[in-house]
C-alpha cells in the first residue's frame, strides 16, 4: 500500500475494522471488550462471477471459525450481491445456506444485509426458502421504502430476526417515503408493530429519537430491544445504551474495499461534518 494508501487506512479505522480477518478478530475484541456485540461484514459486492462469490464464502467461513477460537460475542452480516444474487438465486441460497451451517454449528447468527431496491424481492424470497432450514439468520428491512411493514411482518411471521434500518440506497420515489420525517414515522410504526407482536427486532440506527422511542416501548411491553450502531458512528451513545444495559452490537465492516465503503459513509446525506466531529469527539 502507499504511504498515502496507509494515511487513508489509519483514518478510516474510526469506522472500518481493518483489512483482514486478523483485523477484523482485533476489532472484535475492542467492540466486546466495551460490553457490545459485534457485527461483522466482509466488503464487496455486486459480484458477477462464481468465483468472487465462492472466495466470499471462504472468507466467512474462516472468520466464523476465527470468531469461535477467539471467543468472540457476535454475529456476521452478508450481501446478497457478494453471494451470487447477480449470478442466480440458486447460486446465493447455496452460498448462503453453506455460511449459516457453519454459523449454527459454531453458535453465531448470519444477518442479510439490505442493497438496492431492485434485488429486495428476490433477497427476501431466498432468505424465507433458507429460513425454512437455519433458524439462525436474519434480514434488515429498509424502513425509507413503502413495502417495509409487510416485509418485516412477513419475515416475522416465520420467525425470522428483522434488522431495521432506515436505509441506504437512493430508491424509486414511486417505492419509498420522500422526507426523513415520513422515514422516521415508518421506523417507528414497523418498529411498534413487531414489538407488539414479540417478534426477534433488532433497531439499527443512530437516530436519538427513534431509539429513546424504542427504550419507552421496550419498558412499556417489558421486552429487551436490541440495538445496533455502525462502527465509529455515535459510539458514546451506543456506550450509554450498552452501560444501561441494553444489548448493543456495532457493525464492523472489513476488508480490501475499505476505501470504497468510507467514502460512501462520507457521502451520506451529507453526513461528512458529522462524521469529523464524532472521530474528533472519540
Ligand atoms: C447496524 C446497522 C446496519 C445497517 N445495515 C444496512 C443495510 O443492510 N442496508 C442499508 O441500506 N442500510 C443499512 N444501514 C444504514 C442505514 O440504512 C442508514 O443509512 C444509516 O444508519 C443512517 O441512518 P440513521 O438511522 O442512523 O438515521 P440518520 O437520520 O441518517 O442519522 C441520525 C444521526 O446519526 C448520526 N449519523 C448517522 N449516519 C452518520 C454518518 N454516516 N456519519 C456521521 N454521523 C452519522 C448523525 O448524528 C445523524 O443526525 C445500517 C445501519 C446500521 C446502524
Redesign the pocket.
Known amino acids: 500500500m502507499s504511504i498515502l494508501g496507509d494515511i487513508g487506512l489509519l483514518f478510516a479505522r474510526q ?1 472500518i475494522a481493518g483489512v483482514d480477518e486478523a483485523d477484523a478478530i482485533r476489532a472484535a475484541l475492542k467492540v466486546n471488550s466495551k460490553n457490545e456485540q459485534v ?1 461483522l461484514n466482509y466488503l464487496g459486492e455486486n459480484f458477477s462471477e462464481k468465483g468472487q462469490a465462492r472466495r466470499s464464502v471462504m472468507i466467512y467461513l474462516n472468520l466464523l471459525r476465527q470468531m469461535k477460537i477467539n471467543r468472540i460475542r457476535g454475529s456476521i ?1 452478508v ?1 446478497p450481491s457478494q453471494l451470487g444474487i447477480l449470478i442466480s438465486d440458486a447460486e446465493f441460497y447455496r452460498n448462503l445456506s453453506r455460511i449459516a451451517s457453519h454459523a449454527y454449528g459454531l453458535g453465531f447468527d448470519v ?5 438496492e431496491y431492485e434485488y429486495v424481492d428476490r433477497s427476501l424470497g431466498v432468505f424465507l426458502r433458507a429460513l425454512k432450514r437455519h433458524k439462525n439468520i436474519g434480514m ?1 428491512v ?1 424502513c ?1 421504502l413503502r413495502r417495509s411493514m409487510d416485509d418485516a411482518m412477513g419475515i416475522a411471521a416465520k420467525g425470522g430476526m428483522v ?1 431495521l ?5 437512493k430508491e424509486p420515489a414511486a417505492a419509498s417515503f420522500e422526507d ?1 420525517d415520513s422515514i ?1 414515522q415508518n ?1 417507528i410504526e414497523v418498529m411498534k408493530t413487531l414489538v407488539s407482536k414479540r417478534a426477534k427486532v ?1 433497531v ?5 429519537s ?1 431509539i429513546e422511542e424504542a427504550i419507552e416501548l421496550g419498558k412499556r411491553r417489558k421486552q429487551k430491544i436490541k440495538f ?3 462502527m465509529g ?2 459510539s458514546r451513545l451506543a456506550q450509554k445504551l450498552a452501560d444501561g444495559g441494553n444489548e448493543v ?3 464492523a465492516p472489513f476488508g480490501e474495499e475499505w476505501f470504497d465503503y468510507s467514502m460512501r ?2 457521502k ?2 451529507g ?2 461534518i ?2 469529523l ?2 472521530i474528533i469527539q472519540q
Open positions: 469506522w457485527i452480516s450481501k444477518w442479510i444485509d439490505a442493497e434488515a429498509q425509507k434488522r434500518v432506515k436505509g441506504a440506497y426523513d422516521r421506523y433488532m439499527a440506527t443512530h437516530d436519538a427513534i445496533a450502531m455502525l458512528i455515535r452490537h456495532i457493525y459513509r462520507i451520506e446525506e453526513h461528512a458529522l462524521l466531529r464524532s
